[in-house]
C-alpha cells in the first residue's frame, strides 16, 4: 500500500497487504449505533474486532520489505520518489474529499474552497488520511531503522522491541486504568506516542521475517488472545461504561498488537500457492491497495448518499457492504492506473 520501489514479489506479504486493504473497509462499515450489547452492536464490534490489525499489519509489511539488508534503498529515492509520492497523494485526495463534502452540504463556493485548502495543507484532513500522515515519519526514519536493522544482533532487537512493546503498547493500554491512571509528572510521558509506535511495529514485522519461531503454531495463540482482548474488553468496558468505549479498539493497544502478531507470523508462514491465478490475482489487489486505500471512503459516502439501506443483521450486512465497496474501489484501480501522472503519484 505505501511502496512504488521494484523488488521481488513476496506472496506472503502480499497476501497480508490484501487481507489488510479488506479489513479496513471491514472497520470503516462498522457501525455502533445500536443500543449497547444488541445483537446488531455486538456483530458489529466483533467484526471491527476481527479487522482491528489491518493498519499495524501495513506498517509491519513495510518493515519487512524497507529493512531487508539487500533491499535497494537509497536516501536520495527516498526524499525524491517515495515522501513526494506520499505527501501528493495524501494532499489531492485530501482535498478531493474537502471538495466532495462541500459539494454535497451545498456549500461549495470560492471561500469554502480556500478554506479548505488551508485546512488541508495544515493536516486538517479526512480522517482516514491519519495513515498516510503516520506513514510520513515512518519513511523519515528508514534510514536510521534500516541502519539499526542491519548492525543488531537478535538479542539487541529483542531488547529494542521489548522497550517498544512496554511503552508503546501496553502503557497506553492501561494508562486510563487505576492505578496507572493516579500518574503524574514526566511518567505519564513514557509513552511513546502512535506515529513513533509506528515505526516499532516497522522492525516488529522486519523481526518476525528474518527470525520466524521454530513454532509457528503460537501465532495462533497471538490472533486468539489478541481477538479475545479486544472484542472481549470492548464490550465489557462499553456496557460498564454505557456507551462504546475505544480503548481496546486502538492500533497501540495491547490486543491489536497480539491480534496483529498472529495475522502477519500466519500469513508469513503460508507458502506459495502453485496456482498461477490465484498468486496473481493477490499480487493485483495489493498493488491495487494504495489506490484502494485512498478512495474507499468516497464510495462508502456515495452509498450513505443513496439511500439505499441493509436491514440485515450486522453478522450478514457487514461483510455485503465490505465486498461492495472492496470491488468498487478495486474497479476503480485500472481506469485511474491509465490516467497519467494519477497513475504515478495519487495511486
Known sequence: MDSNIKYKRDYSIDLLKSIAIIGVIVIHTCSYNYEIASPNWTFSVFWGSVARASVPIFFMCSGALFLLPHRDFSTRKLFSKSLPRIIIAMLVWAMFYKVFHLGVDGSLTIAQLIQGLKEVLLFNQEFHLYYLQILLMVYLFLPLSRVLTQNASQRELQYLLLLWFAFGIIYPTVISFWPFKLLSGIAVQYKINMTYAAIGYGILGFYLKQYPPEKRKCY???ALSGFLFVFGGTCYMSVQNGLLYTGFLEGMSLGVALLAVGIFGLGSSINTPGNEILRKGIAYISKASFCI??????????????GLSFTWPTIISIPIITLLIFTCSLLLYPILLRIPVVNKWLI
Open 220 to 222: 495462533w495463540a497471538f
Open 293 to 306: 486505500f485512498l478512495a474507499h471512503m468516497f464510495f462508502i459516502y456515495l452509498l450513505r448518499l443513496s
